[in-house]
């Protein structure tokens, strides 16, 4: 049930800003800190027609979807990369958010996904 609504979410959040400029790119920067610690900095755009707080507000959650969206892919499934992970640190530039998502568990390279 989980997959079903962030599948849904991502696809809220990325369509309207994916039909503005196809060219966005999310991904910043992954790594891992050490072997219980992997780190994703990636953006979020805001939602198309939003302002103010509406307008940070929806391109942070945009930001954490597209991490997860991206953490799912990394690992296997049989981690839980949402209530494994956190919001270290978010920057709000004029049109997107940063953030920095922190997936910790212990001996989480054993959780990695053959290529």
């Not at 503005?20 to 992997?38: A, G, H």
């Not at 953006?43 to 597209?66: D, F, M, Q, V």
């Not at 991206?70 to 949402?82: H, N, S, W």
Request: aromatic share 12%.
């Amino acid at each position: 049930m989980k997959k079903i609504i962030i599948f849904i979410l991502v696809l809220l959040f990325t369509s309207g800003s994916c039909e503005q400029n196809k060219e966005r790119d999310v991904l910043i920067k992954k790594w891992f800190k050490d072997s219980n610690t992997y780190i994703i900095v990636c953006k979020g755009y805001p939602k198309s027609g939003s302002s103010g707080l509406a307008r940070i507000e929806t391109a942070k959650e945009a930001a954490l979807i597209n991490a997860q969206y991206l953490a799912k892919g990394i690992f296997k499934e049989t981690l839980d990369v949402i209530t494994n992970g956190t919001i270290e640190d978010y920057k709000i530039y004029d049109d997107y958010v940063v953030i920095n998502y922190i997936i910790t568990k212990k001996g989480l390279k054993k959780y990695l996904r053959k290529k």
